[in-house]
């Protein structure tokens, strides 16, 4: 047995810190595409294949496009740090 790629798989790239979503393409009403990318970033692209516009994740007009995909946006979780207010000592 190798750690080599057997040649039937593509070789495996590590895993990105960070959300990763799932690429998907819609079609427009008025024609064109929406295109989410596995980073957040949402394109806009015309008939042709051009891209028209580009939204990402940290844009604030970003979630108005990012809902037709069923997305939301959410804080980043933080960890807390320290003692929690208003909880009492363990006991002994």
Not at 6 to 14: A, D, I, L
Not at 23 to 46: K, N, Q, T, W, Y
Request: no cysteine.
């Amino acid at each position: 047995m190798t750690d080599e790629p057997s040649g039937r798989e593509p070789p495996r790239t590590p895993a990105t810190r960070g959300r990763r979503f799932k690429p998907r393409g819609l079609e427009l009403a008025d024609g064109g595409r929406l295109v989410l990318g596995a980073d957040g970033s949402i394109d806009r692209i015309d008939d042709h294949g051009s891209k028209m516009h580009r939204w990402t994740p940290g844009d604030p007009e970003w979630p108005d496009q990012a809902i037709r995909f069923g997305l939301h946006p959410q804080a980043p979780t933080v960890t807390p740090q320290g003692p929690v207010q208003g909880t009492k000592p363990p006991r002994r």
